[in-house]
């Protein structure tokens, strides 16, 4: 990327600014850029702040590493006892749902740069994206079933209507993994590349966008969105209220338990 300045966050997220643009990259390559609450919360800062910025119209978020997000915070969920996983399932699933809320009502144009694997709280974060960029040879996959939880950040209400019911449900109860491909088929991102293209074509979205008609971004979003962010609002709650029940029964205490190689 074309940098004029970069800003340092080195517990979970490096902020890059040029003309025009702000790129949020996740730069916890170590832990999968897993969605823990740090993540969150300076990723809706650094979008609050781009958003205060009149001079920025695009805003993309993108990882590094093999991961764009491999979801919720697994391990430390897994590094409480099952009475707390509750509470602690209901402050994060709360913080995503800030961020999710921030994205649908933003003014930017969000572009999602999917550079690796997207699991979980990363597919719903690609959903509440408003155009997104996939890696050809990247993995799109649901998740929440393998580990006995429910999904979070949107997904349960903005998959059926990007892909329909039935895909949908083999998406989150049938495991299927799709490829970058596989996700332009399915109307989950707009257009996949190969690896070697895709920073250069991010820029080059980036770039298009900028130059576009900006000012009528957040009119037109707030056109398409209409009539449906307050029951997306209504619907995130009862999705955060539905995972934190689930992390306390034996069957996801177990199946997190395994995934983090406590059991």
């Given at each position: 990327?074309?940098?004029?300045?970069?800003?340092?966050?080195?517990?979970a997220?490096r902020?890059e600014?040029?003309?025009?643009?702000v790129?949020?990259v996740?730069?916890?390559?170590?832990?999968g850029?897993a969605?823990?609450?740090?993540?969150?919360?300076?990723?809706?800062?650094?979008l609050?702040?781009?958003?205060?910025?009149?001079?920025?119209?695009?805003?993309?978020?993108?990882?590094?590493?093999?991961?764009?997000?491999?979801?919720?915070d697994?391990k430390?969920?897994?590094?409480?006892?099952?009475?707390?996983?509750?509470?602690?399932?209901?402050?994060l699933a709360?913080?995503?749902r800030?961020?999710?809320?921030?994205?649908?009502?933003?003014?930017?144009l969000?572009?999602a740069?999917?550079?690796?694997?997207?699991?979980?709280a990363?597919?719903?974060l690609?959903?509440?994206?408003?155009?997104?960029l996939i890696?050809e040879?990247?993995?799109?996959l649901?998740?929440?079933?393998?580990i006995?939880l429910?999904p979070?950040?949107?997904v349960?209400?903005?998959?059926p209507?990007?892909?329909?019911?039935q895909?949908?449900v083999?998406?989150?109860l049938g495991?299927?993994?799709?490829t970058g491909t596989?996700a332009v088929?399915?109307?989950?991102?707009?257009e996949?590349?190969?690896?070697?293209e895709?920073a250069?074509?991010?820029?080059?979205?980036e770039?298009?966008?900028?130059?576009?008609?900006?000012?009528s971004?957040?009119s037109?979003?707030?056109?398409?969105?209409?009539g449906?962010?307050?029951?997306?609002?209504?619907h995130?709650?009862?999705?955060?209220?539905?995972?934190?029940?689930?992390?306390g029964t034996p069957?996801?205490?177990?199946?997190?338990?395994?995934?983090?190689g406590?059991?």
């Amino acid at each position: 990327m074309r940098q004029e300045d970069t800003v340092e966050h080195p517990d979970a997220v490096r902020v890059e600014h040029r003309a025009g643009v702000v790129r949020i990259v996740w730069d916890r390559a170590a832990t999968g850029n897993a969605v823990d609450l740090d993540l969150a919360r300076e990723t809706l800062s650094a979008l609050r702040r781009a958003e205060a910025d009149p001079t920025v119209h695009v805003l993309t978020l993108t990882g590094s590493g093999r991961f764009f997000s491999a979801g919720g915070d697994v391990k430390g969920m897994a590094g409480r006892p099952a009475t707390e996983r509750p509470e602690f399932l209901r402050e994060l699933a709360s913080a995503a749902r800030d961020l999710a809320l921030a994205m649908v009502r933003s003014r930017l144009l969000i572009i999602a740069g999917v550079n690796g694997t997207a699991a979980g709280a990363g597919l719903g974060l690609i959903l509440n994206s408003d155009w997104a960029l996939i890696r050809e040879d990247a993995t799109v996959l649901a998740a929440y079933a393998a580990i006995g939880l429910t999904p979070d950040t949107g997904v349960s209400y903005l998959l059926p209507r990007a892909v329909g019911h039935q895909r949908s449900v083999e998406l989150t109860l049938g495991g299927r993994r799709l490829t970058g491909t596989e996700a332009v088929e399915w109307g989950i991102a707009v257009e996949s590349v190969s690896a070697e293209e895709f920073a250069e074509r991010l820029t080059e979205v980036e770039d298009r966008f900028v130059a576009g008609t900006a000012g009528s971004y957040g009119s037109t979003k707030r056109l398409l969105r209409r009539g449906v962010v307050a029951e997306y609002e209504t619907h995130l709650a009862e999705e955060i209220s539905v995972i934190a029940e689930r992390s306390g029964t034996p069957e996801s205490v177990a199946l997190v338990d395994g995934f983090a190689g406590r059991g």
